[in-house]
DNA sequence: TGTTTATATGAACATATATTCACATAAATA
DNA sequence: TATTTATGTGAATATATGTTCATATAAACA
């Protein structure tokens, strides 16, 4: 019998549904802490400007317009959280997208702030 | 000429690329505000609540295991992102989630968690 | 109409977080 | 080797954020 031919129950709502499908606190807390790096427009930013390859701290901290140690902070921030990497050549860290994933995120959330 | 047979330069590194493709600083508030939104346990179990269809709220509440009030404010705050939408039958109220766009998100995320 | 059930909300509080400041490390050059 | 350039980092601070508590609203029922 399905749910729609239910007649209307009056009196306490006498739930016995148990919501399927909620996701465990573990993998909660884990997707949650992957957009929480996603979840500050410093970041953001940051993750945008590498967006089309790699690019050294101050070449970031050029784009973003914030001051090399809050860039710095972030990256190790992003890092931490392996969504980037980075190879030193000389004085200078290269830093790039751990992988394409990260960029569809990204792209996909932006998706959703420009149109829909 | 392309960049890679450009002479390594020694000295100060007088770099005069300017990144290209840095979002401007609405758009990134923006996204990051979509993202905060994903960036809170509670919030994702939520949304992983609702995946599969509606729910009122105090199937969510027992779903997710938090308090009612913990479950409302969240909702509202999910609500003003037009991440949710809701509609009221008596006493009950019912959400679910606003687009397929979201359910997306979340699952693209929940993918790279899971997997790579 | 008074009570019960379902949901919403403001204030308070504790915790998390982003930036700044001062300084550390590291590599290249004079 | 002393200095300059590039980047990293700990502590401090200000602000943001999530939950709780008390209470409000709203609908259904006795």
Redo the contacts between chains.
């Keep these: 019998m399905p749910r729609k031919m239910l007649k209307k129950r009056a009196g306490p ?1 006498n ?1 016995t ?7 465990d ?1 573990e ?10 790096a ?8 940051i993750l ?2 590498l ?2 390859g790699e ?2 701290v ?3 901290t ?3 317009g914030m001051s090399q140690s809050a860039i710095s902070h972030q990256l190790r921030y992003l890092r931490n959280l392996r969504l980037i990497k980075h190879r030193r050549q000389g ?2 860290v290269y830093y790039q997208l751990d ?1 394409a ?2 960029r ?2 990204f792209n ?7 149109h ?1």
């Design positions: 709502h739930s549904r148990t919501l399927k499908g909620v996701i606190e993998t909660a807390l884990k997707l949650s802490e992957l957009f929480k996603l979840a500050d427009p410093t970041r953001v930013r945008s400007a967006r089309n690019a050294c101050h070449e970031i050029a784009a973003v004085r200078h992988d994933h990260i569809d995120l996909r959330g932006l998706d959703h702030v420009k829909g």
